[in-house]
């Protein structure tokens, strides 16, 4: 078999264990963890034994030891059936875990990586604040050094997993306002004296992936927990979006695909005027429009796996598709909900919620917008 096929055999295996697992563990909750705004711990630690938590660590720090490619197909299979459920991955593999295991120090690797690999524990990852989103240089949250600690003192916001995550990877300002090297990556464990929960949102989609706010109020932090150099924060926070961008692409295309095959399925059932409205071009070609819509997003989102994976520099692509798989998402979703018609429009149908919870794509790890100012800037680099 050559490399190739082995990868291709391989992420067959992955794809059908990730999508057996959301048929059986996810889409019996999925309406009722979205109403009541539940955020499934006991899933979290079921998703944990299945190596889905630990995708990209390896195999010594006791995570899965796979790549980007295995990555993306375990994040979409789940977005399928449940964007939340997505998005509460990705935050927990690619941002926090993601974060200690690229910067930390061995002692640190030891200490966090294994819990948060098997699901033991669930990570968080602060960037935001109130007033800082894609400004995120101006931040105000900042840890004042205190003897062999730190004192940090602020509010972090939208943090998945704010209130319930073990462990958080915070980015605060440790230095001049606008100064890139003025901000310093801190792990910061749950029960932290001073680190308290605040607000949780209550979302027009996600909405059984816990985003709440973060308080800070005089948290001794050691110097220990801080992950590589004092300063190096928010180059290392730039990295690592890089890979969450990608992750959030896999979680645009899950949502896509779930939209449209539902759509498929709905379109040939449905009789209007004598015949199914698959018949009708109109249809169809909203259905064609969709297919091709989603394929060139997958191709995006390997080709950025691909680079990602050999440790090439994957900015821009990682950026493109985000940007493409995030818009292509709700672009699906919104025409799923008219292919529905009326019955799109209510909760009996999956259409509504996929419709929802597509937004959010457009906006975490960077808004649209953003993506594009981070394309145009690499494009002008090369040429
Ligand atoms: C469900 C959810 C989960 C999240 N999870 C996390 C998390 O775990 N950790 C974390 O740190 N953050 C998290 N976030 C925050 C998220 O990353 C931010 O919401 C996002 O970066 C945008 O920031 P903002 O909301 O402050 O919008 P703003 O930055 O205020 O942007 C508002 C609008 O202005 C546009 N805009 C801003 N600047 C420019 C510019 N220079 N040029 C053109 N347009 C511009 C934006 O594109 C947007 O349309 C989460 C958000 C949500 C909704």
């Known amino acids: 078999m050559s490399t190739a096929t082995h990868l291709a055999h391989d992420i067959k295996i992955i794809e059908d264990s990730a999508r057996q697992f959301a048929q059986a563990h996810i889409l019996p909750h999925v309406m009722e963890w979205d109403e009541s705004q539940t955020f499934p711990m006991d899933l979290m630690h079921q998703l944990g034994e299945q190596g889905f938590l630990g995708?990209?660590?390896?195999e010594e720090y006791g995570g899965s030891g796979l790549g980007y490619q295995e990555y993306i197909t375990i994040i979409t299979e789940i977005a399928k059936v449940c964007g939340s459920i997505g998005l509460s991955l990705a935050a927990h593999n690619s941002l926090c875990t993601n974060h200690i295991l690229s910067f930390g120090n061995e002692e640190q690797k030891r200490k966090w990586i294994p819990k948060l690999a098997t699901g033991e524990w669930i990570g968080a990852w602060g960037l935001t604040e109130p007033n800082t989103g894609s400004d995120a240089m101006r931040m105000q949250c900042t840890a004042v050094k205190d003897g062999d600690d730190y004192i940090i003192n602020g509010t972090k916001c939208w943090i998945t997993h704010g209130k319930s995550g073990h462990v958080a990877v915070v980015i605060v300002r440790t230095g001049e306002l606008l100064d890139s090297?003025?901000?310093?990556a801190?792990?910061?464990?749950?029960?932290?004296?001073?680190?308290?929960?605040?607000?949780?949102?209550n979302k027009l989609g996600m909405r059984a992936s816990?985003?709440?706010?973060?308080?800070?109020?005089?948290?001794?932090?050691?110097?220990?927990?801080?992950l590589g150099k004092v300063g190096d924060g928010f180059i290392q926070s730039m990295k690592i979006l890089d890979g969450g961008r990608i992750s959030i692409g896999a979680l645009g295309l899950g949502i896509a695909k779930g939209a449209y095959e539902a759509s498929v399925k709905y379109s040939k059932e449905r009789h209007q005027f004598g015949q199914p409205i698959s018949n009708f071009q109109a249809i169809s070609f909203k259905l064609a429009d969709m297919a091709t819509k989603i394929e060139a997003a997958e191709h995006l989102l390997r080709k950025a796996a691909e680079l990602k994976n050999a440790g090439q520099n994957c900015t821009k692509i990682a950026a493109m598709a985000k940007y493409y798989a995030s818009?292509?998402?709700v672009q699906v979703a919104t025409d799923a909900v008219q292919i529905f018609g009326g019955y799109g429009y209510t909760k009996d149908f999956p259409v509504e919620k996929f419709y929802r919870d597509s937004k959010l794509c457009t906006i975490g790890e960077?808004?649209?917008?953003?993506?594009?100012?981070?394309?145009a800037?690499?494009?002008?680099?090369e040429l």
Do not use: Y
């Not at 960077?366 to 394309?375: A, L, R």
């Open 55 to 58: 995708v990209l660590v390896p």
């Open 210 to 226: 816990e985003t709440a706010e973060m308080i800070f109020e005089d948290c001794r932090v050691p110097a220990a927990n801080i």
């Open 327 to 329: 818009e292509v998402s």
């Open 366 to 375: 960077g808004t649209s917008e953003i993506q594009k100012m981070v394309i």
């Open 377 to 381: 800037r690499e494009l002008t680099k």
């Open 186 to 201: 801190f792990v910061i464990e749950r029960g932290t004296p001073g680190l308290k929960a605040g607000k949780k949102e």
């Open 181 to 184: 090297h003025g901000m310093t």
